[in-house]
């Protein structure tokens, strides 16, 4: 699955192409140093064309020692990785890594998978998979910019956030979707503080544009795109405002457990639990203000079926793939 914050502008346009095709013919020779015509290039390219299996191990390591190593696989995708401070090292990222504009459209230049296309988990709206290192680009991952966006944005005077691209962002997001690719919208396009009753006026909101999407492309559908919309991260005193407006979106689309769920609250907590929590603070355990005693996904889940009981969110991933 990928992960995506700032690049929606380029990384959709062909993610799920129903219909894949060869770009180049050749003979695949990890020792040939070979030309070959390629769809759409006016010259003939040159390189060398290696076996799926031609480069299992060994990658490009990426600073001094110790620092890890990076693979890029011959099915265009990135595969092992050791920088990341996890174990088992390494993992396996199999993510596409190139991208070629061909008459107007954005190819993924990576083996298609049994023809599926691969879910992206897009982030948007207040929500980031990583912080932009330009402060001025948190608007990057925007589906939407209204007037009322505009006019907080003119406060943060020399601080103020580019403004976005949002048309293009729309175009190259539908069409991606018209070639078959699957979103998931992480954490519904919701604010993180702003109640549903203030909505959109003291922190910007995805939550609309998301629900249009998610009517616009069903998950059920048989044909062209499709998209849901993931809850993690959902149960917190400002999103629970939003629940019954989750409730309304088609129950098909909604996600549980595609994304790590923080902060989680346990917000059906009774009097007992309130005054476990409040004694533990009183005892210097500041941290259980926030975060619960037990295991947050075991939390998240819990609290999702008391408000959730029984909805199609817990069992929708079956037809995700």
């Not at 595969?79 to 070629?100: E, H, T, V, W």
């Not at 207040?126 to 939407?144: F, G, K, T």
Request: glycine share 8%; net charge neutral.
């Amino acid at each position: 699955m990928i992960q995506a914050f700032v690049p929606i502008t380029a990384l959709v346009t062909s993610m799920g192409s129903a219909a894949p095709r060869a770009l180049f013919e050749a003979s695949a020779d990890a020792r040939k140093l070979q030309t070959f015509r390629v769809d759409g290039l006016k010259s003939p390219a040159c390189g060398t064309v290696y076996p799926a299996a031609g480069l299992e191990q060994g990658g490009m390591p990426l600073g001094g020692l110790g620092t890890g190593y990076l693979c890029l696989d011959p099915d265009g995708r990135f595969g092992k990785c050791s920088i990341f401070n996890r174990l088992p090292a390494p993992i396996a990222i199999n993510q596409p890594f190139l991208f070629l504009s061909v008459g107007g459209r954005r190819l993924t230049l990576a083996t298609a998978k049994d023809g599926a296309p691969l879910p992206l988990l897009l982030h948007v709206g207040p929500e980031y998979a990583i912080l932009p290192s330009d402060p001025r680009a948190a608007s990057y991952d925007c589906l939407s910019w209204t007037w009322w966006d505009e006019f907080r944005n003119r406060l943060r005077g020399s601080k103020k956030w580019y403004r976005p691209q949002t048309q293009k962002i729309e175009e190259n997001l539908r069409a991606g979707l018209g070639e078959g690719a699957v979103v998931i919208f992480a954490h519904c396009g919701l604010p993180y503080y702003a109640p549903n009753w203030l909505k959109r006026t003291v922190e910007h909101s995805e939550f609309k544009t998301v629900s249009r999407y998610l009517q616009d492309y069903p998950a059920d559908s048989l044909e062209g795109g499709r998209c849901y919309a993931d809850v993690s991260a959902c149960v917190t005193p400002f999103r629970r405002s939003y629940f019954d407006a989750l409730k309304e979106l088609p129950a098909q689309s909604l996600l549980f457990g595609s994304d790590f769920p923080t902060p989680v609250f346990e917000l059906s907590a009774d009097v007992g639990e309130m005054m476990a929590d409040l004694r533990a603070v009183l005892k210097g355990q500041w941290e259980r203000i926030v975060v619960p005693q037990d295991n947050l996904i075991d939390v998240n889940y819990r609290e999702l079926q008391h408000f959730f009981p029984d909805h199609p969110m817990f069992t929708n991933f079956n037809a995700l793939l």
